[in-house]
């Protein structure tokens, strides 16, 4: 229990105790009063009776008498009478009986005196007879209940009015107190680089201030091993003279590329003036060219993407292209090559103009490996060069089916009902536990069955990726009830998050289905991480209230960026296990790599793992799970025995 919930029940129970002290006193009180006043109302109405019935009791008239003590005690607090006397022959008795209002309860917990009076008749010398009466306790108790309900009321009434006001005051007071509650959970879940604002209650002065060096040291801590991270990149994975990635790291992102869903296309860029530029100018020259070259690069975009370029060789750089139509990859690469062919006849005093840049495209088909595409863009490359043409893309191979066709099979398969399908990959960890099952798209056409990496590219193309996103979230929960796995991990697409609309449609549809959640691990790429921060940060928030958890996929393409982590606070972030067979990678950059994610509580989790060899590399260097060949994808529904005919990756 919080301290607010025990310090309001304390109160509640002081205020309570104290309620019913006044109760008490209260009704004991005012039942005293009415015992009295009921005494004296007899003794006086006694004393009455017998100074009035003397004249009717020397005569005998006892019908008279009898009438006159009626009319007497008649609505009066009596309850018996009784007249003795010598005169009369019988003595004369009667009582009047009324029943209270009051309950049984009340009359048994605060019971009434009844009071009784007597007086004797004068006669002279001698008495004429007594005059006796027993009051009634009826009148008193409906009394004693009235003031009692009313006291009951306004005391009710007093404690909610009083519970109210100390609410609010401990409420503001303890309010600095769960600020640092709060900013202690944070700086564990969420973030630690924002100050706490200071506190006017002096006692917790000093733990604030301590809580704030604590996140300045947490943030600094960080801050200093993303720098580690992007120096050993830098050495590993940086070309030193343009600051563009290396062959290794271009290595890595086309292996990425490929393993992954995705279209694409794949060029290389040969600028032969660069050698002629460090036979007349020395390296100082040459390197300026290629840092002005450099930047050209890094500034491209396609399709609203930016490219991945590297240095392969001294002329030579490789560039990893997004998905777009051919005609306007075209149109790209020979704005690219007019860009670079300004650059190099920037100096108006030479009198050769210079050689221009050459360009040899190949666009991504299905099954393609790197080697194979290496060789087709270089084969492409020497051909624009002999041919002079500047910018040559290479022919498709004919395999692939048109885009159109394939957006009327995606269009039918969302339609129906059946039209999508899914298997799911075991995402394994050290201790023989299991993280989740990740899910891979198919589509139904027919009796065909399309794998992700054929129709992704294309739903991507044609921006359809957020009503693929909420087809696939509607069939789980359609089908939840048939899949025995307790957690399911669903990876989505950019195209959610860069409309406003689809973004809080996703967020809507997940506050509608919580049991689902409790079951759910969304997974977003690293860039759209990159590209989408705070509604990144604000899903994994709204995730993690309704029981989901939040990862990252392809993480560690961009260690420039990695500081992204301590804002986001993913429960895990995927890693191509490519990164971890290379062997130009330094170890204590792999290393440094999972204690940075560890840092932030993240699992790091190694993809695409084929053996046991691989499995046993990332487990020593700090991985805490793997997912791959080891452990093939098996169908999701109620058949996890049967494996799935293959991935869909």
């Known amino acids: 229990m919080s301290l607010s919930r025990r310090l309001f029940t304390l109160m509640l129970l002081v205020l309570l105790g104290f309620s019913l002290g006044i109760f008490f006193i209260q009704v004991n009180n005012t039942r005293d009063a009415l015992a009295e006043r009921q005494r004296v109302e007899l003794s006086n109405l006694a004393q009455s009776l017998s100074l009035a019935l003397v004249p009717h009791v020397e005569l005998g008239d006892a019908a008279s008498a009898e009438a006159l003590i009626r009319a007497t005690v008649d609505g009066g607090h009596v309850r018996d009478a009784r007249l003795e006397s010598v005169a009369i022959a019988t003595p004369i008795a009667f009582n009047v009986v009324r029943e209270s209002l009051a309950p049984q309860w009340f009359r048994d917990l605060i019971p009434m005196p009844v009071?009784?009076?007597?007086?004797?008749?004068?006669?002279?010398?001698?008495?004429?007879?007594?005059?006796?009466?027993?009051?009634?306790?009826?009148?008193?108790?409906?009394?004693?209940?009235?003031?009692?309900?009313?006291?009951?009321?306004?005391?009710?009434?007093?404690?909610?009015?009083?519970?109210?006001?100390?609410?609010?005051?401990?409420?503001?007071?303890?309010?600095?107190?769960?600020?640092?509650?709060?900013?202690?959970?944070?700086?564990?879940?969420?973030?630690?680089?924002?100050?706490?604002?200071?506190?006017?209650?002096?006692?917790?002065?000093?733990?604030?201030?301590?809580?704030?060096?604590?996140?300045?040291?947490?943030?600094?801590?960080?801050?200093?091993?993303?720098?580690?991270?992007?120096?050993?990149?830098?050495?590993?994975?940086?070309?030193?003279?343009?600051?563009?990635?290396?062959?290794?790291?271009?290595?890595?992102?086309?292996?990425?590329?490929?393993?992954?869903?995705?279209?694409?296309?794949?060029?290389?860029?040969?600028?032969?003036?660069?050698?002629?530029?460090?036979?007349?100018?020395?390296?100082?020259?040459?390197?300026?060219?290629?840092?002005?070259?450099?930047?050209?690069?890094?500034?491209?975009?396609?399709?609203?993407?930016?490219?991945?370029?590297?240095?392969?060789?001294?002329?030579?750089?490789?560039?990893?292209?997004?998905?777009?139509?051919?005609?306007?990859?075209?149109?790209?690469?020979?704005?690219?090559?007019?860009?670079?062919?300004?650059?190099?006849?920037?100096?108006?005093?030479?009198?050769?103009?210079?050689?221009?840049?050459?360009?040899?495209?190949?666009?991504?088909?299905?099954?393609?490996?790197?080697?194979?595409?290496?060789?087709?863009?270089?084969?492409?490359?020497?051909?624009?060069?002999?041919?002079?043409?500047?910018?040559?893309?290479?022919?498709?191979?004919?395999?692939?089916?048109?885009?159109?066709?394939?957006?009327?099979?995606?269009?039918?398969?969302?339609?129906?009902?059946?039209?999508?399908?899914?298997?799911?990959?075991?995402?394994?960890?050290?201790?023989?536990?299991?993280?989740?099952?990740?899910?891979?798209?198919?589509?139904?056409?027919?009796?065909?069955?399309?794998r992700a990496g054929d129709f992704l590219p294309v739903i991507r193309h044609f921006r359809m990726g957020a009503q693929f996103d909420l087809r696939a979230l509607e069939w789980l929960a359609s089908y939840i009830d048939r899949i025995e796995v307790p957690r399911l991990a669903l990876n989505l697409t950019e195209e959610t998050f860069d409309d406003e609309a689809s973004y809080i449609g996703l967020l809507n549809w997940l506050a509608a289905h919580p049991r689902l959640c409790k079951r759910l691990d969304i997974e977003v790429s690293e860039s759209i991480a990159l590209r989408h921060q705070e509604r990144i940060k604000m899903l994994f928030r709204h995730a993690r209230r309704l029981g989901a958890r939040g990862g990252i996929d392809r993480f560690a393409r961009e260690l420039k960026e990695l500081s992204y982590l301590s804002a986001l606070r993913p429960d895990y972030v995927k890693i191509d296990q490519a990164f971890f067979k290379r062997e130009d990678v330094d170890t204590e950059l792999l290393q440094s790599l999972c204690m940075t994610a560890h840092q932030v509580e993240s699992q790091v989790i190694v993809t695409r793992v084929e053996s046991e060899a691989d499995q046993e590399r990332a487990m020593s260097l700090g991985a805490d799970g793997y997912q791959g060949f080891v452990s093939p994808a098996v169908d999701v529904m109620a058949r996890l025995a049967s494996p799935a005919e293959d991935m869909p990756r």
């Open 115 to 450: 009071e009784s009076a007597s007086r004797e008749l004068p006669g002279g010398w001698a008495s004429l007879g007594t005059i006796s009466l027993t009051g009634e306790s009826a009148q008193g108790y409906d009394q004693l209940w009235q003031l009692a309900k009313r006291l009951a009321l306004w005391l009710l009434l007093g404690g909610l009015i009083t519970l109210l006001i100390a609410s609010l005051v401990m409420r503001r007071l303890l309010r600095p107190l769960e600020r640092l509650s709060s900013r202690l959970n944070e700086m564990e879940t969420q973030r630690f680089d924002a100050p706490l604002e200071e506190t006017s209650v002096a006692e917790l002065k000093g733990i604030t201030s301590a809580v704030n060096r604590l996140g300045q040291r947490l943030q600094t801590q960080f801050e200093a091993q993303a720098a580690q991270l992007a120096r050993l990149q830098r050495q590993a994975e940086e070309d030193s003279v343009s600051g563009l990635g290396n062959r290794g790291y271009l290595n890595r992102a086309v292996d990425e590329w490929l393993s992954e869903p995705m279209g694409g296309s794949f060029a290389l860029l040969r600028v032969s003036h660069i050698e002629v530029v460090y036979r007349e100018q020395g390296y100082k020259g040459r390197d300026a060219l290629v840092k002005a070259i450099a930047r050209k690069l890094e500034d491209r975009e396609l399709a609203g993407e930016a490219i991945i370029a590297a240095r392969l060789a001294n002329s030579d750089f490789g560039l990893l292209l997004p998905e777009t139509d051919e005609a306007r990859l075209q149109e790209f690469l020979t704005l690219l090559a007019e860009d670079i062919d300004n650059l190099l006849d920037a100096n108006p005093l030479v009198d050769t103009p210079p050689e221009n840049c050459a360009l040899g495209a190949v666009r991504r088909e299905p099954g393609m490996q790197r080697t194979q595409m290496f060789a087709v863009a270089d084969a492409t490359l020497r051909q624009a060069i002999e041919q002079g043409s500047g910018v040559e893309l290479a022919p498709a191979g004919g395999r692939a089916r048109p885009r159109g066709e394939w957006r009327e099979i995606i269009e039918k398969a969302l339609d129906s009902p059946k039209g999508l399908d899914f298997v799911a990959q075991p995402v394994l960890l050290n201790d023989g536990g299991e993280l989740h099952r990740e899910l891979f798209a198919r589509l139904r056409d027919g009796d065909e069955l399309h």
